[in-house]
């Protein structure tokens, strides 16, 4: 008997040491180590090893709808309205009909929302608005079409957040700063800001969704010229031995890797939209964009290279008027930029499907198919076969032939 007590006592105290070793596993490693077995409603378990003790496995969250990866995503911006009012069918049948495969819907909308209620409680008052009512209908819908799903998440223009957590933002003579068109940011200094646009990130990933793209993943545009006037709170950076320019930098950058390892649990890909200007130069001086260095962080680079939104250059006097040869030349440059890297992110850029008419005294040039078309082939013949197109009401061009080309 006391042979067997003996044995039971070492398979327990062997037992407890083991479960210590999974315990205390340092922080750093701790998301590749530790067991982790959180199962989500309407969901399935999946095991697999990830540089773990053949003792140890991991968890990982896997989704009950599916969806395949296209063969090259091309997609269109979807605001939470259109996903969830009499529009969404339009949208659908737009998608299944052409050459189109994707959308990405507001999860996160520009002025802070979430779309829809989650069931989960929010650490804030007001901010989410019901515009999905069900978005797991919406998912389930381009399920059985086939639709790639992506959530857009805006992050860090958030007038929301900065009126709920005016600490969290950047103040003026103790009120909350706002840019010319009257918008709100919060800081990217803030952990706090990261987590909580991380959590949304994820409940989106549990309802569903492929892949998770941040947008305004930057500071207010021109901050270099007002850094010094504004109050803010600089967080871990305050003292670290950078200029202001490389803090802004480290900041952003920071956060879109520390998204990225926190959302390898759900198994979705991680893209990031960022200002087309900023594949041309070394790093924003005021934004904190460093193409480089985001590109590295994730799987999707989305840069906005809308021809409206470029002032001279590339030797164009008046990019919105060409298309085609504004595209071409960004994507001559941007794959010079990614063909440095180790391992480069799938390029996916946001093309024009609207007017400008800010940039006209007389008549807007038009954008029809041609223009539309004219992107896309620009593209194309430079080996970049994913686009999105943008329009902020979601009218797209009919009649646009999104096929790629051979």
Request: glycine fraction near 6%.
């Amino acid at each position: 008997m006391r042979k067997y007590i003996k044995i039971s006592v070492s398979l327990a105290i062997t037992m407890f040491f083991l479960l210590m070793m999974c315990l205390t596993v340092s922080a750093e490693d701790e998301k590749e180590s530790v067991l982790t077995a959180q199962v989500h409603q309407n969901s399935q378990v999946k095991v697999e090893k990830r540089d773990l003790p053949d003792a140890f496995v991991r968890f990982s969250f896997v989704s009950d709808l599916k969806f395949e990866y296209p063969d090259a995503v091309r997609g269109i911006y979807v605001t939470g309205h259109s996903a969830g009012g009499s529009r969404f069918e339009k949208l659908v049948d737009l998608v299944d009909s052409t050459e189109l495969n994707s959308m990405v819907i507001d999860i996160k909308e520009d002025k802070g929302f979430i779309t829809y209620k989650p069931e989960e409680e929010l650490p804030y008052e007001g901010v989410a608005k019901n515009f999905i009512k069900d978005p797991k209908e919406v998912l389930k819908k381009l399920e059985a079409k086939g639709i790639y799903p992506i959530a857009r998440i805006v992050v860090f223009k958030d007038p929301a957040l900065a009126k709920a957590r005016p600490d969290l933002s950047f103040t003026k003579n103790g009120e909350v700063w706002t840019n010319g068109k009257n918008e709100a940011f919060v800081s990217p200094f803030q952990k706090e800001v990261w987590d909580y646009n991380i959590d949304i990130a994820k409940q989106a990933a549990e309802l569903g969704f492929r892949e998770i793209q941040f947008d305004y993943v930057r500071f207010p545009e021109g901050f270099e010229k007002r850094d010094k006037e504004l109050e803010y709170d600089m967080g871990d950076y305050k003292d670290a031995d950078l200029t202001d320019v490389k803090k802004r930098v480290e900041a952003v950058t920071d956060f879109v890797a520390y998204a990225r390892e926190e959302l390898e649990y759900y198994n979705v890909d991680v893209s990031v939209d960022i200002f087309g200007y900023a594949a041309t130069i070394e790093e924003t001086p005021g934004i904190g964009q460093n193409f480089s260095r985001i590109s590295d962080n994730v799987d999707v680079i989305s840069s906005m290279i809308y021809p409206s939104h470029w002032t001279p250059y590339f030797g164009i006097d008046f990019p919105d008027k060409e298309p085609y040869r504004l595209v071409d030349e960004y994507a001559k440059v941007e794959n010079k930029v990614l063909d440095a890297l180790d391992n480069p992110p799938v390029s996916r850029p946001w093309i024009q499907d609207f007017e400008a008419p800010w940039l006209y005294s007389g008549s807007t040039f038009q954008y029809g198919v041609e223009e539309v078309e004219a992107q896309i082939r620009a593209l194309n013949e430079n080996g970049i076969k994913e686009f999105l197109l943008w329009n902020a009401g979601n009218t797209y061009t009919e009649g646009v032939d999104y096929t790629p080309l051979d």
